[in-house]
């Protein structure tokens, strides 16, 4: 007699023969999958509630209360009234020329001064833990206490600054009382404030580039500035380009500092800013709708703003 044959396994990819039994679900697994499922969509739900109430329901009011006029409890729709009679303002165009010329300074220091400290930073092989520590404590700091501290520092009187300029014969300067030099007083504080998380950013970038192209680079002869233009710029392109947009959009909407420092409007309306205006018509004047109308105006131009700078970028990459 011939041994028995031996079963022979299905080939891979082989079809299951018709008596095949599938397996079943796991005991359980429904129940667990539903679990799971409402969890996340329970999350997900409160993150919607939340943007819903707080960003997207006031963005729909200030679109409506633009074209809307409020006298005695009572509402009435006033269609572009509201536009002009902003447009019309002798401290309209002051309004958005000082917020320009806060958002140029704003961008020499404040976008320059973060790369350079991270490419400072960057070079020390040792401490960086307690450099980085060091950079982002004015951010952990709360803003009102930092603007206090400028407006100490100065002070014409007996504010550091004055007294440092002392010491080389320097007369003291009117920093926040003079017109010329306030704006500039104020981009300071905002730049030594904010610069924090923007270097931190930056030398995160920075960390990310291969060693490899700087070794091939001083190959070439490639001195410090060489190295930087053609090696760690084009590296950090695209971070750049996102902060640059972020530094334009946070600037533009600039109040804190020049309201606390030189009291909103500063000598000779120096330091008013859009957004200072826009105060001023809610909280000082009760003009919601012209508040609104103004804010509506920033909106649609700093979006505007965004999508051309976004499509500028997009159209250089690829042509990159």
Request: net charge negative; glycine share 8%.
């Amino acid at each position: 007699m011939s041994a028995p044959a031996l079963a022979k396994e299905p080939a891979v990819g082989a079809a299951r023969p018709p008596h095949a039994v599938e397996p079943g679900p796991r005991p359980g697994g429904f129940r667990r999958e539903l679990r799971r499922n409402l969890t996340a969509h329970g999350f997900l739900i409160g993150a919607v509630l939340c943007f819903s109430f707080f960003s997207w329901y006031p963005m729909v009011r200030e679109f409506l209360l633009a074209f809307q006029k409020t006298e005695d409890g009572r509402t009435t729709w006033v269609g572009l009234d509201n536009l002009v009679k902003i447009v019309s303002d002798p401290a309209f165009g002051q309004a958005w020329l000082n917020t320009l010329w806060f958002t140029l300074l704003a961008l020499v220091l404040g976008f320059a001064v973060p790369f350079v400290l991270a490419l400072v930073i960057n070079e020390f092989r040792h401490g960086q833990g307690y450099l980085r520590l060091l950079v982002y404590l004015p951010v952990m700091l709360p803003p009102v206490a930092s603007v206090l501290l400028f407006r100490y520092l100065y002070d014409p009187g007996y504010g550091l600054f004055n007294e440092v300029l002392g010491v080389f014969g320097v007369p003291a300067q009117p920093w926040l009382q003079d017109p010329d030099t306030a704006m500039l007083s104020v981009v300071v504080a905002a730049t030594w404030m904010n610069m924090g998380g923007a270097t931190l950013i930056y030398l995160a970038a920075l960390q990310d580039i291969p060693g490899e192209l700087y070794e091939a680079a001083e190959l070439d002869g490639a001195g410090l500035l060489r190295k930087v233009w053609h090696v760690t710029i084009p590296q950090t392109r695209l971070v750049l380009s996102l902060m640059l947009l972020m530094q334009v959009i946070a600037t533009m909407q600039v109040f804190t500092e020049p309201f606390l420092l030189t009291g909103g409007a500063g000598p000779e309306g120096s330091t008013t800013t859009v957004v200072y205006l826009i105060y001023q018509y809610a909280f000082n004047f009760n003009d919601y709708g012209a508040a609104a109308a103004l804010g509506l105006l920033l909106l649609v131009l700093l979006a505007g703003f965004s999508a051309a700078y976004t499509r500028l970028s997009r159209d250089q990459d690829a042509d990159a």
